[in-house]
């Protein structure tokens, strides 16, 4: 059984649309319970935070502490590279950092660090009758990095988590017409924006611009 489309009623009346905005602070990972050597050093991660442990900033540094000899590391399963100071991770996904002590390979420990810095990309978006004063919205979104986390469809007001991402309205036809012309007079938009979010906490506002 597919997904039920969801139901927005509204009264005909003119919307405020209101641009959201995405608030992220400076996040720093310190891993202590995964250190090596004697005394045990261990990585410290820096960069903008997003949700869900997603790092939304497009530069990621990672830093070792601690006191140690040599420290090698590797980025998804490469090459061992030996630490001489922090470096950065500017490609989206997730990462596997690897480390070990003091060329101790009997002792690698590791983590992930995942990183989105774009938002959700956002495909054919259609308006079609399905009835007397009904209205069905789709429109097509995806995000290959941390997936899309909600779509939500400004006229009407109603939010929708799974794809596809529909909403059923109800209303008067000629509301459809003032409010383009607002929005057209206004802002050149539209009458159809929505806002989407991914699960990074990245944000796209699209008005469909004429």
């Not at 009623?9 to 090596?36: D, T, W």
């Not at 259609?126 to 990095?145: C, H, N, P, Y």
Request: with cysteine; proline share 6%.
């Amino acid at each position: 059984m597919g997904k039920k489309p969801l139901i927005g009623v509204s009264i005909c009346a003119v919307v405020l649309l209101i641009l959201g905005s995405l608030s992220n602070v400076v996040g720093r990972e310190s891993v202590q319970g995964c250190g090596c050597g004697d005394p045990p050093c261990w990585p410290e991660i820096s960069g903008i935070m997003g949700d869900n442990n997603w790092y939304v900033g497009f530069f990621t540094t990672v830093t070792f502490n601690g006191t140690f000899s040599y420290v090698y590391y590797r980025i998804n399963g490469s090459n061992w590279i030996n630490y001489t100071g922090p470096f950065t991770l500017r490609t989206q996904g997730i990462h596997l950092l690897e480390w070990t002590c003091d060329s101790n390979m009997s002792n690698i420990s590791s983590l992930e660090i995942k990183i989105d810095w774009a938002p959700p990309e956002i495909g054919n978006y259609t308006v079609e009758r399905v009835g007397l004063l009904k209205w069905q919205f789709r429109i097509d979104a995806s995000d290959e990095i941390s997936g899309v986390n909600a779509v939500q469809f400004n006229i009407p007001r109603v939010t929708d988590t799974e794809p596809p991402y529909e909403v059923i309205w109800r209303g008067c036809a000629w509301f459809y017409g003032l409010l383009d012309s607002i929005l057209t007079l206004l802002f050149n938009w539209w009458t159809y924006p929505f806002d989407a979010w991914d699960n990074a906490g990245n944000h796209i506002f699209l008005p469909s611009y004429n």
